[in-house]
């Protein structure tokens, strides 16, 4: 006579199997060591600060990613009795 199989345990371990056939191939395919990861960043914060170091800035125009503060002052709104002359220069806009 044959010997009987659980056929929920077979069913298990195949998948186990076929997960771990998978995991491997994506190790594969994706996978990268720490030394690879640090390497690509230093070479694209290589790159950036290169690219930076070249660009050219027009007269007039405010480097890239830099936007100049705005100062907004109201000529018919009267300035506070306690003001001093170093708060009208706040860098957040009036409301």
Known sequence: MGKV???NRFRKQKAK???AKRADVNR???GRTK???ARE???KE???KKVEGARLELEGEPPMGKEP???QIDPKRPASPSA???DSFVDDPIS
């Open 46 to 48: 290589q790159l950036t």
């Open 17 to 19: 199997a076929e997960r």
């Open 5 to 7: 199989v659980n056929l």
């Open 84 to 86: 001093s002359p170093s």
């Open 41 to 43: 960043a230093l070479q």
């Open 35 to 37: 030394a690879e990861r």
């Open 69 to 71: 503060a705005v100062h």
């Open 28 to 30: 594969r395919l994706h």
